[in-house]
């Protein structure tokens, strides 16, 4: 319960404070390829439960047209000029500030992830990420905005061993260990390597 208090406390000066940068990059993205500014996508919450995410748009309209989802590769060409800014330093996910404050998200957690997503293995198959050990514990917690993966773990790292660094949070989440994680977040956002493929910071 005080979690989900300092999450909307947060949540709710962060929508406030950040209204500038809201108008700021929409009318960036507009300017780019006059295509939508927001870019709503079905994410996997507490226990399984779906929730449309809200993100800016990064990506051309287009990106998902004959591939699905996939996750963005280093020089991805979907990603717009804008996009790549706000992706660097994460602004493409201020939007789910109003997922945490209405509850689908905490400020810290396991990434939340999209329903049917898939990854090729090392062998060429492809693999639901739903089928992957360690899903299922990752689910038991609200996903979050920042986590152990989303600062330590390296940015094409497969997504089973990013489960691992999940599971370590499940195990070890505490107070302490959530604001370490969100003023390294905050760091990362100032420096924009959200994006390295090495050490973040």
Do not use: C
Not at 9 to 25: R, T
Not at 63 to 90: L, S
């Amino acid at each position: 319960m005080l979690k989900r208090a300092f999450d909307v406390a947060l949540a709710g000066a962060g929508l406030i404070g950040s209204a500038p940068l809201w108008a700021l990059f929409a009318v960036a993205i507009k300017l780019e390829d006059r295509g939508p500014v927001f870019f709503r996508q079905e994410r996997v919450g507490l226990r399984g439960r779906g929730f449309i995410a809200l993100k800016f748009r990064s990506m051309r309209p287009d990106a998902e047209a004959g591939v699905g989802a996939v996750q963005a590769v280093e020089h991805d060409p979907r990603v717009t000029r804008v996009g790549r800014v706000m992706r660097a330093t994460a602004m493409d996910e201020l939007p789910q500030l109003w997922n945490i404050f209405r509850g689908d998200m905490s400020f810290v957690g396991p990434r939340a992830l999209r329903r049917g997503e898939i990854e090729t293995k090392s062998d060429g198959v492809m693999e639901r990420l739903e089928e992957v050990p360690g899903f299922a514990a990752r689910i038991t917690v609200r996903p979050g905005l920042t986590g152990i993966a989303q600062v330590y773990a390296p940015r094409d790292l497969p997504r089973r061993q990013k489960f691992r660094y999940d599971r370590l949070y499940v195990r070890r989440r505490s107070w302490w260990l959530d604001a370490r994680l969100i003023l390294l977040s905050f760091w990362i956002s100032v420096l924009g390597t959200w994006e390295a493929r090495g050490r973040k910071y």
